[in-house]
């Protein structure tokens, strides 16, 4: 797992996403113009919950999230999303 010195504050999640998909299950190649974001990755860093809700999710959890949820972030050339623990849908 990669160690990264951003520490989310508060209900907040660091995630790193999955790579979006390049081939189809039929084996066509997608071009980049098609690709879709994507919607499940693995959490990097938690913050420390709010003062009445501690945090259900902890490092290395891999979950799923809403197609635009959390702010696009980029460090040390590997990109990253930064959301709140209630986009997350689902650990899986």
């Known amino acids: 797992m990669v160690e990264v010195k951003i520490n989310p504050l508060a209900d907040r999640v660091l995630v790193q996403p999955d790579p979006a998909e390049t081939k189809t299950t039929s084996g066509i190649i997608i071009p980049d113009t098609a690709k879709e974001k994507p919607q499940k990755g693995t959490i990097i860093a938690v913050g420390k919950g709010k003062k009445d809700e501690p945090m259900n999710l ?23 999303l930064i959301m709140r623990e209630s986009d997350v849908i689902a650990i899986i």
């Open 58 to 80: 902890k490092k290395g959890d891999r979950v799923l999230y809403g197609k635009y949820s959390g702010t696009e972030l980029k460090w040390e050339g590997e990109e990253y």
